[in-house]
């Protein structure tokens, strides 16, 4: 049965392009898609070593508005990023852009959710990995996570992961967030603290994926042969079991390490 935790509506999408598409998307948005001054959400710079100008990094359009009494809440949303790094340096969104072969790709969609701590722990518990551990984002009312890619194993990364966001959380929350994660009250660990992580990622050539190779195996023999119309409640019981069961043994095993 559905939990409320579970009732995920897009929040805003992602959407990685060539530098040469990025200055003609802005004026896409502007022009096309009616985007107003007041609808650019955010745009953020960065000067890079040996560089003597900024480059933008980053920028956000509303492109809508639904009635919702909460309009936060009612936002369509598109964050659209570049490669800004000097072709020199290394650029994991190049590597993602270049690895898909097009000039234009989304990358994340960010799903949202009415109670965030809930949904972590359901998707930690069935064995689902995360790069970030629960962000608060000090330029918006928000709290957010960012998920491992969805890989399969022993091919190359899919440059595609999820962002889990609440919107408009209450104090209370906030402070128990705070109080075990001290982290989550860093600036700027939102946008550039995840740029920077999957900077790091694949420098590293160890991109962390949705779910470990060993249960992506674990799932696919449970279901092999099956097309899918044959796949029933009992087959996905089975499935969440040994998700449940894979992800415990998971923690378990890194306990000690942990206590250490």
């Keep these: 049965m559905k939990k409320p935790f579970q009732n995920l509506v897009v929040d805003h999408m992602t959407l990685l392009l060539e530098p040469r598409y990025y200055p003609v998307a802005y004026a896409l948005f502007r022009i096309v898609f ?3 001054e007041a609808g650019i959400i955010y745009e953020k710079r960065k000067r890079w070593p040996g560089e003597s100008e900024e480059r933008s990094m980053t920028f956000a359009v509303k492109i809508g508005e639904n009635s919702s009494p909460r309009k936060t809440l009612g936002q ?3 964050a659209v990023v570049q490669p800004s790094e000097p072709d020199s340096q290394s650029s994991h969104v190049r590597s993602m852009l270049e690895s898909r072969g097009g000039s234009a790709h989304w990358q994340h969609v960010a799903l949202r959710t009415s109670d965030l701590l809930a949904f972590h722990k359901h998707a930690l518990d069935r064995g689902v990995n995360f790069i970030t551990p629960i962000l608060k984002d000090d330029d918006e009312d928000l709290i957010q996570v960012f998920s491992g890619e969805w890989i399969m194993p022993g091919r190359k990364p899919s440059a595609l992961f999820f962002e889990f966001v609440q919107r408009n959380p209450g104090r209370a929350l ?4 705070a109080s075990g994660n001290r982290q989550a009250w860093f600036r700027d660990r939102t946008f550039l603290g995840l740029y920077q992580e999957k900077e790091n990622e694949y420098r590293s050539g ?3 994926p949705f779910i470990d190779d060993e249960l992506f195996a674990a ?3 449970r279901l092999s042969g099956k ?5 029933k409640a009992a ?7 040994l998700m449940k069961d894979y992800a415990a043994s998971k923690k378990s095993r890194s306990a000690p390490a942990l206590a250490a």
Excluded: M, N
């Excluded at 906030?174 to 967030?177: A, D, N, Q």
């Excluded at 097309?227 to 796949?231: S, T, V």
């Excluded at 087959?235 to 079991?241: A, F, P, Q, S, T």
């Design 227 to 231: 097309p899918l119309w044959e796949i």
């Design 235 to 241: 087959d996905l019981r089975d499935v969440e079991k």
């Design 174 to 177: 906030l402070r128990k967030i």
């Design 219 to 221: 799932i696919e023999k």
């Design 34 to 36: 009616g985007v107003d």
């Design 76 to 78: 369509s949303i598109f």
């Design 206 to 208: 160890k991109v962390t």
